[in-house]
């Protein structure tokens, strides 16, 4: 099976596990194991960050972002395609006690125009508008990613008017390695970043939210009432260093093969068309008479595992275990696939 669903398919490597075994370990609730905090540490540094904070999740580090970053009756400010709008089962909400202004920008990216209209004025009647979100890479987006030079008016006007700025950065790495831009200087531009270790990165689990000192330390208490306080998490903490110090950079490997079978798409007679491709994500749409519904199952039965991502389009992830004879594999079914086979 050639699993396209998602790059949180991703097993450890031998390598990884090898490390994994030999890692030092103690009680991370009580702040004693030694290879959480090396992580920890490490992974601040990387941004130029005061500290940050082991979670089991990428949506636990999204939520206690949202909790640092605001109070009760507060809004946030993202785009419409959001993780944290869609798939954290509006924990926003639930968590935070805030609601959410939506802007519908073009492919999850927004503008700082979109977000100046979108800041409230500060009366008792309104919300008060207190945080940006901004996802790099878009998942929903197609893998599309924002520059620092297009991040930079929307920080300085969240500065301006006293608002925070939180990055989604899942797959910030796959955007990373695109741009040349550092670590550090993603750092200079948000109040707050989660990254996840447990996807193209190929850790089992893990994700880290930084920020700065007293933040984190809120988070840390957040984190423990979220239930993601862990004991001997420095297994889980040894896969994210490992994948830290070596993975980084075969995200080129993911992103190129996602730009190929971009451009071989395009030459399908089923396909309409596909979302520019940034990143390890391809999203692309059916010709009219075609449902993304019947069209994944087919492809299933050919041994592409992929996901429907609407009525029409299909998205596949690009990742690590993904071997070359696969993508020999896919390339053949993909050219061989004809309208009338799909066709129900
Ligand atoms: C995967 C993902 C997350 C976090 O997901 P978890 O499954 O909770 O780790 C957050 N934001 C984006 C954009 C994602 O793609």
Redesign the pocket.
């Given at each position: 099976m050639i699993n396209l669903i998602s790059d949180?398919v991703t097993k450890p490597s031998p390598a990884m596990l090898e490390y994994m075994m030999t890692a030092e370990v103690g009680d991370d609730v009580f702040g004693e194991d030694p290879s959480v905090n090396r992580l920890e540490s490490y992974t601040a540094r990387l941004f130029g960050k005061e500290d940050s904070v082991f979670c089991p999740?990428?949506?636990?580090t999204?939520q206690i972002a949202i909790k640092v970053n605001t109070q009760p009756l507060d809004e946030l400010i993202c785009d419409h395609f959001?993780?944290?709008y869609q798939?954290?089962a509006g924990g926003y909400a639930f968590n935070s006690g805030v609601s959410i202004n939506l802007i519908h920008g073009t492919n999850g990216k927004i503008t700082v125009d979109q977000v100046k209209q979108a800041i409230k004025p500060e009366f008792d009647w309104l919300p008060r508008s207190r945080l940006v979100v901004l996802?790099n890479s878009?998942?929903k987006g197609g893998g599309s990613f924002y520059t620092l030079d297009e991040i930079r008016p929307i920080r300085n006007l969240c500065l301006e008017n006293e608002l925070r700025v939180h990055l989604?950065g899942?797959?910030l790495f796959n955007v990373l390695v695109e741009t040349g831009e550092s670590p550090e200087d993603v750092g200079q531009m948000f109040d707050s970043i989660?990254i996840?270790i447990?996807?193209g990165l190929g850790a089992p689990v893990g994700?880290l939210l930084i920020g700065n000192e007293k933040d984190i330390q809120k988070a840390r208490r957040f984190r423990k009432v979220m239930g993601g306080g862990m004991r001997q998490a420095g297994y889980l903490a040894a896969a994210c260093q490992f994948a830290l110090e070596n993975n980084i950079r075969d995200l080129k490997i993911d992103n190129a093969r996602a730009a190929e079978i971009g451009r071989l798409l395009e030459k399908c007679s089923w396909v309409e068309e596909v979302r520019p491709v940034q990143t390890n994500i391809v999203i692309f749409r059916l010709k009219s008479d075609l449902k993304a519904s019947d069209f994944v199952p087919k492809l299933m039965a050919q041994g592409i595992k992929s996901s429907a991502f609407g009525d029409r389009e299909v998205r596949f992830v690009f990742h690590r275990d993904i071997t070359d004879s696969d993508m020999d594999r896919l390339r053949e079914i993909l050219l061989k696939l004809r309208l009338d086979q799909i066709d129900t």
């Open positions: 949180t999740s990428g949506t636990m999204n959001s993780h944290v798939y954290e996802e878009c998942n989604d899942a797959r989660s996840c447990s996807k994700s």
